[in-house]
C-alpha cells in the first residue's frame, strides 16, 4: 500500500495525542489537531473531515501498515491507546515490507564493487530476527550483466566516498599506453559506468581540464585530508554526457550531426534500442533506414559502428566517413595477410 506525505502527518499526529495520557481526547479532539498540524507543517487551511480521522484510526488499527494500534474507545467517547507504552513510531516494519526490502536488495546486490548492499542484507537480517521471521532463500528472478573478473572495483566504495563528501585524493595511475605508473593530486567529481566498465570523472590539481580515469587502471588511491578540494564549476555533468555515447569527451569537442545508414535486416534492433537519445529516422525504404544522432565523435562511438559490421554505413560528417572506411580497411588487410 502507498502512503502520501499527507497520511503519514495525519498519523503521527493522531499517534501524539492517543499517547499523551493526562488529556482525554474525543473525536471532535483529534480532527482539530491534525488540522492544525496540517495547517502548521504544510499551510492547508481546509482542515480534515470526520471521515478521513475515523478512516485513519481504522487503517491504524489494521495490519495493512503493520501498526495493528491498541486504539480503544472509552465511554464510547473518549479516543486512547489500551497500552500506554504503544506508539507506532515503536511498531515494527511489516513482513510484507522485509519481503519487499529482500527483493531489492537481491537486485542491487549485482553491481558489483558497492559493499553497501552486503551491509543491507545485514540489516534485513537483524529486522527478520526482530519479527520472528525465518529467512527464506529465494531464487534470483533476474541477473544483469556484470564482469566479475574485472579489475578496479575495490576503488569503487573509497572513490563514491571521495566523490561524495569532497575530499582531494592522491592516485597511482597506470595507463595503457605509459610504460610505468604516475601519481596525480585529483578532484574526483562523477563515477561513470559504461559497458560494465567503471571510470572516474576528476581533475587534476595542475590542469584545467577534466580527466577520464578507468578504475581498472588505478593503482592505488589516497585520501589527501590536508589538500583542498577544488569543485568542478563547469557545465553540469547530465548536461556535459548529454550528446556523449560512452565516456571520451573532452569540454572542447564539438557536437555533430552524424547520419547512418541501416540494412532492413538490422534496422529494427537500431530503432527499438536507440544508439542514442537524439536518435531521428530521416528516411526509409525497401532495403535501408536512414537516421540521424547528435554526437561527439570519440572512440565508443566508432566501437559502436563497427558492431555493426557490413550492415551500417556512415554517410555524414565526411570526417567520420573516411574514419570508419580507413579502419575497415585495416580490418580487411588482416584477413588477406591470414
Same mark, same amino acid.
Given at each position: 500500500m502507498s502512503i502520501n506525505k499527507l497520511a503519514l502527518i495525519r498519523y503521527k499526529a493522531i499517534d501524539e495525542c492517543l499517547g499523551n495520557r493526562y488529556r482525554k481526547w474525543t473525536l471532535e479532539d483529534l480532527i482539530q489537531k491534525v488540522?492544525?498540524?496540517?495547517?502548521?507543517?504544510?499551510?492547508?487551511?481546509?482542515?480534515?473531515?470526520?471521515?478521513?480521522?475515523?478512516?485513519?484510526?481504522?487503517?491504524?488499527?489494521s495490519d495493512k501498515l503493520g501498526y495493528n494500534a491498541p486504539i480503544i474507545v472509552k465511554d464510547r467517547k473518549y479516543y486512547s491507546y489500551s497500552d500506554p507504552a504503544y506508539s507506532i513510531t515503536n511498531a515494527p516494519i511489516n513482513n510484507a515490507d522485509v519481503d519487499k526490502m529482500k527483493e531489492i536488495v537481491a537486485?542491487?546486490?549485482?553491481?558489483n564493487g558497492f559493499s553497501y548492499f552486503d551491509d543491507m542484507s545485514d540489516m534485513?537480517?537483524?529486522?527478520?530476527?526482530?519479527?520472528?521471521?525465518s529467512t527464506d532463500v529465494h531464487l534470483n528472478c533476474i541477473q544483469l550483466e556484470n564482469n566479475h573478473l574485472l579489475l578496479g572495483l575495490a576503488h569503487i566504495n573509497p572513490l563514491y566516498q571521495a566523490t561524495l563528501h569532497k575530499k582531494a585524493l592522491l592516485i597511482e595511475y597506470k595507463s595503457f599506453k605509459a610504460s610505468k605508473s604516475q601519481e596525480y593530486i585529483c578532484y574526483p567529481y562523477l563515477l561513470k =559506468? !559504461?559497458?560494465?566498465?567503471?571510470?572516474?570523472? %576528476?581533475? /587534476?590539481?595542475?590542469? @584545467?581540464?577534466?580527466?577520464?580515469l578507468a578504475l581498472d587502471r588505478m593503482v592505488s588511491i589516497q585520501e589527501l585530508p590536508?589538500?583542498?578540494?577544488?569543485?568542478?564549476?563547469?557545465?553540469?555533468?547530465? =548536461? !556535459?554526457?548529454?550528446?556523449?555515447?560512452?565516456? %571520451?569527451? /573532452?569540454?572542447?569537442? @564539438?557536437?555533430?550531426?552524424?547520419?547512418?545508414?541501416?540494412?532492413?535486416?538490422?534496422?529494427?534492433?537500431?530503432?527499438?534500442?536507440?544508439?542514442?537519445?537524439?536518435?531521428?529516422?530521416?528516411?526509409?525504404?525497401?532495403?535501408?533506414?536512414?537516421?540521424?544522432?547528435?554526437?561527439?565523435?570519440?572512440?565508443?562511438?566508432?566501437?559502436?559502428i563497427m558492431g555493426f559490421g557490413e550492415h551500417m554505413k556512415v554517410i555524414a560528417p565526411r570526417l567520420l566517413v573516411k574514419k570508419m572506411a580507413a579502419r575497415l580497411l585495416q580490418a580487411a588487410q588482416m584477413y588477406d595477410k591470414s
Open positions: 488540522a492544525d498540524v496540517l495547517y502548521d507543517l504544510e499551510g492547508i487551511s481546509s482542515g480534515v473531515s470526520k471521515r478521513t480521522i475515523q478512516a485513519d484510526i481504522q487503517l491504524m488499527r537486485v542491487l546486490k549485482q553491481f534485513i537480517a537483524r529486522l527478520e530476527n526482530n519479527l520472528y521471521k =559506468e !559504461y559497458r560494465n566498465r567503471w571510470f572516474l570523472i %576528476t581533475r /587534476s590539481k595542475h590542469a @584545467p581540464q577534466l580527466t577520464t590536508k589538500e583542498k578540494f577544488i569543485p568542478w564549476d563547469g557545465m553540469p555533468f547530465d =548536461e !556535459y554526457y548529454d550528446n556523449l555515447i560512452g565516456v %571520451t569527451k /573532452s569540454e572542447k569537442d @564539438p557536437v555533430h550531426k552524424v547520419v547512418l545508414q541501416i540494412d532492413k535486416k538490422h534496422a529494427p534492433y537500431v530503432l527499438t534500442k536507440p544508439l542514442h537519445h537524439s536518435q531521428q529516422v530521416l528516411a526509409e525504404d525497401e532495403s535501408t533506414t536512414t537516421l540521424s544522432i547528435h554526437v561527439v565523435l570519440n572512440f565508443e562511438l566508432e566501437r559502436e
